[in-house]
């Protein structure tokens, strides 16, 4: 389940929509670190969940537009934290509750510089580093050894371990990962009515690509009189965190790559930015800009303003994670019948080796607990619990996803979970497609395969066709049915820096990820040359980008 597009993803949810991506799920979702001796200056106290007591553990959280309370409901008290307390004696409190985002971001940024932090509070990897090396939070190597359960510990290592590794320092377990699945990969969408109206075949390459974003351009098969070739918004190299209208993924049809650490063919690592395969990229978008394939103005577009015109038949293709058929439900779907028919297809190849879908390691955050905090054994018990809870949930545990009403209403209470986790890997691909086809629910494994077959077949038995999303992500040829190949094939490319930020990437990344896009920018709009790529080259490298890659690499040769 993941996290990571929160406005889309949050949209989707509204839409009963259980998003793993990011999976977040994906974003979004497998650990146990290596056997590691206890740290000799945090003391353990006694725990009281030995004795049967209520344990009680402070925590921080953020509001959430799309959190809708029960009557008489808070974050104080409320249905979820009573849940807690009734199944496994923990009591949770609030030190403070941000009103959004950037205010939990500032409060939390002056806890840690005043040392006020609650008992537990979820972090970034830099944070993670920082409060390590303050010496403000615990080991929990021992208190996780021990209090975590089997099903807890076999959970979070089903990536290997690696997830786990990331929160490791010194053979010392500083986190807990805010797990997701890292496979999540891009898809293309395209509108197969408009090929078969223009008789043109579902694309294998790069070249048949970008012959049908031609056609979709000149022969305009939407009738809006102002056609484009493909979906594009204004933040398009940094959309982890959308997962639609952006280009990333069209960088991976050329082996190009977005910010990831990659083999050098040395035994070293490079920055995937700065390769030549890249300026390939570039000067393709360039050709495409020139004709007029992408909308001039996506500059200024967010995601949302450019979807429109997905939505009003002025564009047929846009590159997408495997919830973009929530987002095109908007122009499908019109007085209770479907209008727009979209399929889903894998990113293709500019050449004969198959495109390569990136992916990052599958975690952003981290559940930290502070050197004081009395019962750290209650925040295992709630990670143990929680994953119980997504695992195999009886009726009484829906209300940790629902609320005291146990059904779903579009009110998110899901959010209250102060520590949420995801699965690392899944089989959606293997089993959804197939009991959706054979409207076999007998095969079905997990929470989340079960609700979208629910969902999935609303929509083929003709009583909600609403449902037509989730049929395009779980049928037998939605997104997830292409997943399997992907995964036997190997085509993706896993970042393989894995390790807290570097100090050069604290200092400087902002500044060059702003450099790169203001220069991708200029490249695509025709505004300068390509060469001037080679030039961006250059100057990454003395803005920063060499200190950081010789960061990288001394990390890289103590952890491969």
Same mark, same amino acid.
């Given at each position: ?12 949810? &509204?839409l ?14 497998? *650990? ?5 001796t ?13 004795k ?7 925590t921080v ?27 496994? #004696?923990?009591?949770?409190t ?6 959004d ?6 409060? %939390? ?8 932090i ?13 409060l &390590? ?16 359960t089997?099903? +807890?510990?076999?959970?979070l290592?089903?990536d290997?371990?690696?997830q786990?590794?990331t929160?490791?320092?010194?053979? *010392? ?17 395209i509108?197969?009515d408009?090929?078969k /109206? %223009?008789?043109l075949?579902?694309p294998?390459?790069m =070249?048949?690509l ?7 351009? &000149?022969?305009? !098969?939407?009738g809006?009189?102002?056609p484009? #070739?493909?979906? $594009? ?7 982890k965190d959308?997962?639609?209208t ?20 040395k ?6 930015d ?14 495409m800009?020139k ?8 500059? $200024?577009?967010d +995601?949302?303003k ?13 590159? #997408?994670a ?7 439900v ?12 979209w ?10 080796? !198959? ?9 952003d955050?981290?559940?930290v607990?502070?050197? /004081?905090a ?11 619990q ?5 695992q195999? !949930?009886?009726?009484?545990? /829906?209300?940790y ?5 146990l059904k ?11 520590l ?5 890997l ?6 959804l ?9 007998s095969? %079905?494994?997990?929470k ?6 629910e ?6 038995d #003709? ?7 989730e049929?395009?992500?779980?049928? !037998?040829?939605?997104?997830y049915?292409?997943?399997p ?13 894995y390790? =807290?930020?570097t100090?050069t990437? &604290? ?6 990820? /702003? ?12 505004? $300068? ?31 491969k």
């Amino acid at each position: 389940m993941r996290r990571r597009s929160k406005s889309l993803i949050i949209f989707a949810l &509204t839409l009963s929509l259980a998003i793993t991506a990011c999976s977040s799920t994906t974003k979004v979702e497998e *650990k146990k670190p290596t056997d590691a001796t206890p740290t000799t200056t945090t003391t353990t106290p006694t725990p009281a969940s030995e004795k049967n007591e209520v344990v009680e553990v402070s925590t921080v959280s953020l509001s959430d537009q799309y959190l809708k309370f029960d009557p008489g409901e808070s974050f104080e008290k409320n249905a979820v934290y009573d849940a807690y307390m009734k199944d496994i #004696g923990v009591k949770i409190t609030n030190k403070w509750v941000a009103a959004d985002d950037p205010q939990f971001k500032e409060k %939390l940024k002056m806890a840690i510089a005043s040392n006020d932090i609650p008992d537990f509070m979820r972090v970034n990897a830099t944070q993670l580093k920082e409060l &390590t090396e303050a010496d403000m939070i615990m080991d929990l190597k021992s208190v996780y050894d021990k209090y975590a359960t089997d099903e +807890t510990k076999k959970f979070l290592m089903m990536d290997g371990g690696l997830q786990m590794k990331t929160a490791t320092f010194d053979n *010392k377990l500083m986190g807990i990962p805010s797990s997701y699945n890292p496979y999540q990969y891009q898809f293309l969408f395209i509108r197969k009515d408009w090929l078969k /109206k %223009l008789n043109l075949p579902e694309p294998k390459t790069m =070249a048949d690509l970008l012959t049908i974003a031609e056609a979709f351009k &000149t022969k305009d !098969p939407g009738g809006t009189g102002k056609p484009y #070739g493909i979906a $594009v918004s204004k933040d398009p190299f940094n959309n982890k965190d959308t997962g639609v209208t952006g280009l990333w993924p069209f960088l991976n049809s050329y082996h190009a790559y977005e910010n990831n650490w990659i083999e050098d063919g040395k035994g070293g690592l490079v920055n995937s930015d700065i390769q030549p395969q890249v300026k390939e990229a570039l000067k393709a978008l360039q050709d495409m800009f020139k004709k007029g394939l992408i909308d001039p103005e996506f500059a $200024v577009k967010d +995601t949302e303003k450019e979807a429109e015109l997905l939505y009003n038949n002025n564009i047929g293709i846009v590159y #997408g994670a495997s919830w973009v058929p929530a987002q095109l439900v908007k122009g499908a779907l019109k007085d209770g019948k479907v209008v727009q028919e979209w399929g889903v297809f894998p990113i293709p190849s500019v050449d004969s080796n !198959p495109a390569r879908s990136q992916i990052g390691i599958g975690v952003d955050e981290y559940y930290v607990v502070s050197k /004081k905090a009395k019962h750290p054994e209650g925040v295992i018990k709630l990670l143990n619990q929680y994953i119980v809870t997504q695992q195999h !949930p009886t009726e009484e545990q /829906k209300v940790y996803e629902y609320g005291k009403d146990l059904k779903e209403k579009g009110a998110n209470y899901w959010l209250l979970n102060p520590l949420r986790v995801g699965r690392q890997l899944d089989n959606n691909g293997d089993i959804l497609p197939k009991a959706i086809e054979t409207k076999n629910a007998s095969i %079905l494994e997990t929470k989340d395969q079960k609700t979208r077959y629910e969902r999935a077949m609303k929509y083929v038995d #003709g009583s909600d066709i609403n449902m037509w999303w989730e049929y395009l992500i779980s049928g !037998p040829k939605g997104a997830y049915s292409l997943v399997p190949a992907i995964q036997q094939n190997k085509q993706y490319l896993q970042n393989k820096f894995y390790g =807290a930020p570097t100090p050069t990437m &604290t200092e400087r990344q902002e500044i060059l990820i /702003k450099k790169r896009d203001e220069i991708f920018f200029k490249i695509i709009m025709n505004q $300068v040359s390509v060469d001037e790529f080679d030039k961006f080259v250059e100057e990454w490298k003395k803005l920063g980008g060499d200190k950081m890659t010789k960061e990288v690499n001394e990390w890289y040769a103590t952890h491969k």
